[in-house]
């Protein structure tokens, strides 16, 4: 399997609270809603919690926080792309791009493709 992850940073103008309901209860439907176009086998929302064990986790780290992550997955690399290589997918992953603009700090979000290799199980 091969994940796609999606560490993410909210727009500037949105409360934690507003972007996390948006992501859950806007843009996840949209991708609900187009996975077969773009072929992801599973989708997560990993959302970030406001908690002092939270605030004092950064503060060891030194990092600025992100809001949340977002995983999707695929069969192979392969499918991956045969998945954006045809009108449906682009026309669908144009959409959720366009979507994403909406709650997502697109330039302050990293994003990169993956394979889990399980520890513990």
Same mark, same amino acid.
């Given at each position: 399997m091969?994940?796609?992850?999606?560490?993410? $940073?909210? *727009? %500037?103008e949105l409360s934690r609270e507003e972007f996390q309901r948006y992501w859950l209860?806007?843009?996840? !439907? /949209?991708? $609900?809603? *187009? %996975?077969?176009?773009i072929g992801a086998r599973r989708y997560v929302q990993v959302h970030?919690?406001?908690? !002092? /064990?939270?605030?004092?986790?950064?503060?060891?780290?030194?990092?600025?926080?992100?809001?949340?992550v977002a995983e999707l997955w695929w069969d192979s690399l392969d499918a991956?792309?045969?998945?954006?290589?045809?009108?449906?997918?682009l026309k669908a992953a144009?959409?959720?791009?366009?979507d994403e603009a909406r709650f997502i700090?697109?330039?302050?979000s990293a994003i990169?493709?993956?394979e889990e290799h399980?520890?513990?199980g």
């Open positions: 091969i994940k796609l992850v999606f560490v993410l $940073r909210r *727009r %500037a209860e806007e843009h996840g !439907p /949209l991708v $609900r809603e *187009r %996975a077969a176009a970030t919690l406001e908690t !002092p /064990l939270d605030g004092a986790l950064r503060e060891h780290r030194k990092g600025e926080p992100y809001d949340g991956l792309t045969a998945s954006f290589g045809d009108e449906a997918g144009g959409e959720l791009l366009a700090d697109l330039e302050r990169w493709l993956a399980e520890i513990v």
